[in-house]
């Protein structure tokens, strides 16, 4: 593994891409779950064909300046089934000045994503670098609430269009601890993290969840940390999907990388590689490595590598890619197409195959008296026996200085956590409150919370009261 100083990871002067990540396209709904591949499979031609002959994607990395250049797009297009943009999503990219967005770049990685039937994944919704210089300056409060926004806003912008969100981006420590790295973002509250994810996941409810995070591929005090976060988050009931891990290496992954990747999967989430480079005398055989891991645990949905050719890659002049500064294909994309021709176990369906299918409904919603007061409007993801509601409270033509909402839950249901609002009572009446920072909503404008709860949540009828 490369450690922070050992690689010199100047973050301020090397914009370096983030993680890459996410679903199975072509070929994947007619693979059964939990079968075993062998290596008689049908040998894919391509790194991303063979990926999902497996249950998975291998993505790539990218620039949207870059994809005008003939010789990158034309890899891109041909090799790769999921696509995640360097720094197009990140928070200096998409909101520069407060409350001012900027899509552009991660538009058009988007549409070239959608144009040769690759799915995306969202880098980064909250990370301590690459902050614009406004949030750099602000603490408290008044950060948390940017904070808040700034994922509201970019995860409802892409809604629908990303597989998989990397919400949180290198949030715990190298210092041997175990612990948090200290940052603005960790400076409001230690509940930061779970905060984002829930605000993710009321924005955009189908996309997965990941928390993402560099030198943690084998089991130590760093990946120990993360592991019990994502334990914690599991047992409560907060919404992580899966975990990356970036995987900068500079020669073959630890011994234990396969264990530590079975272990976060044995937690109930996904495992991705997000932003695998090698730098290595052993290239080929260490890339092969990591993918012979990757295909040993069922639930490693895919691998993403950072960059498309050497010359574009982060880290300048140790040629840690699969392609040449030409374009042409390495010793080491060999070995890894070998590897996934070789076959691995398949995904699993998410949920386990034991639960039904998640159902949304569409929102009901209760208009406001004479246009003033709010209204609320509940929309529900359901499996068998929970379901997480996700309510959208609307303010009237005076806007709200507070909102309470008030239901009742079906029989049998009861509430096992809640976000974005305050909650009295878990069975029959509740009513939720708003928090310090999203009572004051102007005419016209929403903001949202959200429950998990188990039994059904048929018939929810959410009730606004505005002060």
């Known amino acids: 593994m490369i450690n922070e100083s050992g690689r010199a990871r100047t973050r301020a002067t090397q914009l370096r891409g983030r993680a890459a990540l996410a679903a199975v396209t072509l070929g994947l709904a007619a693979l059964g779950a939990g079968a075993v591949l062998s290596g008689t499979a049908q040998a894919g031609t391509t790194l991303g064909a063979s990926a999902a002959e497996k249950g998975r994607y291998f993505g790539a990395a990218v620039a949207a300046s870059k994809l005008s250049d003939s010789t990158y797009s034309s890899i891109v297009a041909r090799e790769f ?23 552009s770049g991660g538009d058009a990685i988007v549409t070239r994503a959608q144009s040769i039937g690759a799915r995306m994944r969202g880098h980064t919704l909250l990370w301590h670098s690459q902050e614009p210089s406004w949030a750099q300056s602000m603490s408290g409060s008044a950060l948390r609430t940017a904070m808040m926004n700034h994922v509201t806003q970019v995860a409802t912008h892409y809604k629908g269009k990303i597989y998989a969100w990397d919400v949180v981006n290198e949030a715990f420590s190298d210092d041997g601890s175990g612990g948090r790295r200290s940052s603005n973002l960790q400076s409001t509250g230690n509940d930061w993290i779970e905060v984002a994810f829930k605000t993710a996941h009321a924005a955009d409810p189908a996309a997965k969840l990941c928390y993402n995070d560099y030198n943690t591929d084998g089991i130590n005090a760093k990946s120990t940390g993360i592991y019990n976060m994502v334990k914690d988050f599991k047992a409560r009931g907060v919404p992580i999907d899966c975990v990356g891990f970036q995987s900068h290496l500079s020669g073959n992954p630890p011994s234990d990388y396969q264990a530590n990747l079975q272990r976060f999967a044995d937690l109930g989430v996904d495992v991705q590689i997000t932003e695998l480079d090698i730098a290595s005398s052993d290239q080929a055989n260490a890339y092969a490595n990591v993918v012979k891991a990757c295909l040993a645990v069922s639930r490693c949905t895919g691998i993403t590598v950072w960059g498309v050719r050497d010359s574009d890659s982060w880290r300048t002049g140790t040629n840690p890619l699969l392609f040449d500064n030409n374009g042409n294909k390495k010793a080491a994309y060999t070995a890894v197409l070998d590897a996934l021709n070789a076959g691995g176990t398949t995904v699993p369906t998410t949920p386990p195959p034991t ?13 406001p008296a004479g246009g003033n007061g709010c209204s609320a409007a509940v929309s529900l993801d359901s499996w068998n026996g929970g379901y997480v509601a996700t309510i959208t409270v609307t303010a009237g033509a005076s ?69």
Do not use: H
């Not at 360097?86 to 900027?102: C, H, L, R």
């Not at 998640?358 to 208009?367: A, C, Q, Y």
């Not at 009861?414 to 909503?441: E, K």
């Open 399 to 467: 806007g709200t200085n507070g909102w309470s909402v008030g239901l009742t839950l079906p029989s049998g249901s009861a509430i096992t956590g809640s976000w974005n609002a305050t909650a009295s009572g878990s069975t029959g009446a509740v009513r939720f409150t708003n928090v310090a920072y999203n009572g004051q909503i102007s005419a016209g404008q929403s903001t949202q919370f959200g429950f998990q709860a188990t039994g059904s949540g048929d018939g929810l009828s959410p009730t606004c009261t505005a002060s």
């Open 81 to 103: 089934n999921m696509l995640t943009p360097e720094n197009e999503m990140k928070w200096d990219a998409t909101e520069p000045s407060q409350g001012q967005f900027n899509y």
């Open 355 to 367: 639960t039904t299918p998640p159902v949304t409904t569409s929102p009901t919603t209760t208009p």
